[in-house]
């Protein structure tokens, strides 16, 4: 028999007592078993990475922050062409070169790092694992692919089994319709990352239209991608600011 065990902790099992009979309760027998066993439930285990918690210092150190930052700004700015610049950011905004790097150039790459560190981390992480296991089932069986759509889009498709309708060159990301261009007819695309998140593409039919341009009829498979702005919100929400007053 299988034991449910809903608390971690020690235990101990027995002395126990058996008793069975026919479906009728005419007759029963028991059994009395006077052994003694123990048990040891130990917590379940999850990777971290797969419980989404963000890191409370995604970037690192401050002080290894702010030398990558610096690294980066002499990558941008190369030592000849200092004094040009200088030049020039006092034409155009009143400022020395060294306050255009502080207001413009750092706070612009240290986003672009962030942003990086947060679409590289286990949120994000965890939205590929699933696209990819997704892909995974729809290999074994490509007719789930319309009740897959119908559970898991994450945009107006869901209603539609994952139908897009047809669409045109220019209606939709550049990495969408290159795979449009490439699959054929009844096809199912790998993975595909875009600027809206993750998609699995499937070609429907592939027609002529006016002055002969193509249109596309295509379903999708598609999870969003975590959104850097979103997370950006949320910690100024949870960012405490403290004004110091000297007295």
């Known amino acids: 028999f299988r034991l449910d065990c809903r608390r971690r902790g020690y235990y ?64 941008v700015v190369a030592a000849d062409d200092r004094q040009a610049a200088a030049v020039l950011t006092e034409q155009l905004y009143g400022w020395s070169f060294e306050t255009y790097l502080d207001k413009v150039i750092r706070p612009l790459l240290l986003r672009n ?3 990086k560190n947060f679409y590289d981390s286990s949120s994000a992480a ?63 695309s ?6 809206y998140g993750y998609h699995l593409i499937k070609l429907e039919d592939r027609l002529a239209g006016d002055n002969d341009e193509m249109i596309f009829h295509a379903s999708h498979i598609y999870l969003k991608k975590p959104s850097f702005d979103d997370y950006v919100q949320e910690q100024i929400k949870k960012a405490t600011v403290v004004t110091l007053i000297r007295i």
């Open 12 to 75: 101990t099992i027995g002395p126990m007592r058996f008793t069975s009979g026919d479906v009728f309760g005419f007759y029963s027998r028991s059994m009395h078993v006077p052994c003694l066993n123990r048990i040891i439930v130990y917590p379940a285990l999850y990777p971290v990475e797969k419980m989404g918690i963000p890191s409370l210092q995604p970037m690192g150190e401050r002080a290894q922050v702010a030398r990558s930052i610096d690294e980066l700004v002499a990558q």
């Open 126 to 188: 965890y939205v590929r694992e699933t696209m990819a296991g997704l892909a995974d089932l729809i290999g074994q069986a490509e007719t789930r692919f319309y009740k897959i759509a119908a559970e898991v889009n994450q945009d107006e498709s869901f209603t539609q089994e994952g139908d897009l309708g047809w669409l045109k060159l220019g209606e939709t990301a550049p990495e969408f319709e290159l795979q449009l261009l490439n699959l054929a007819v009844g096809e199912i």
């Open 190 to 195: 790998p993975v595909v990352e875009t600027r």
């Open 113 to 115: 790092k962030v942003e």
